[in-house]
């Protein structure tokens, strides 16, 4: 079940990347947390599990906002790279922003601390997976061995990634 699981996640995370590649990182994050309500719905369908009439209004408002971005969008609209000193500088303050709660006993006892740092380091994580998108593929004219050793948004998805677990 292990290996299987690894599977689908490296699966689930290459199709995420060919979507940053193509689409603005904001919209993807929006789309991705549907499956969170794929993943309730599938819990009750399938294991039997309860949902709270809580819960049923979070996935109703998952559902909602991905509906709500969809109609916003322009066809043929253009997205735009991300700099790489933004996003070094937003990166460096919102690292320091997410290790605040962490000085606040109560949030630091209950785990809501660890919590808001591991969002933040997975949401740094999306962004440079976007960066790194956006390196790749104005860099094709190299091999891309090379692009993959030489990209450091590479390493810093690993860093954050692992952070965030």
């Known amino acids: 079940m292990w290996i299987g699981g690894l ?11 060919i979507a940053v590649s193509r689409a603005p990182v904001s919209m993807v994050a929006v789309m991705g947390q549907g499956g969170i309500a794929l993943f309730v719905v599938a819990s009750v369908v399938v294991l039997g599990e309860r949902a709270s009439p809580r819960e049923w209004v979070g ?21 735009g790279a991300l700099e790489p000193g933004r996003l070094l500088i937003f990166s460096v303050l919102l690292t320091i922003a997410a290790l605040a709660p962490m000085a606040i006993a109560r ?24 960066a790194m998108t956006d390196a790749f593929i104005t860099g094709a004219a190299s091999s891309l061995a090379f692009r993959i050793v030489s990209n450091p948004y590479v390493y810093a998805i690993i860093v954050a990634n692992i952070i965030g677990l």
Request: aromatic share 10%.
């Open 107 to 130: 949030l630091n006892a209950s785990g809501a601390a660890a919590a808001i740092f591991s969002g933040v380091a997975f949401g740094l994580g999306g962004l440079f997976t976007k």
């Open 7 to 17: 599977g689908v996640q490296t699966v689930g995370w290459a199709c995420y990347v």
């Open 59 to 79: 996935i109703a408002a998952i559902v909602f906002g991905m509906l709500m971005l969809t109609l916003s969008l322009n066809g043929g609209e253009v997205d």
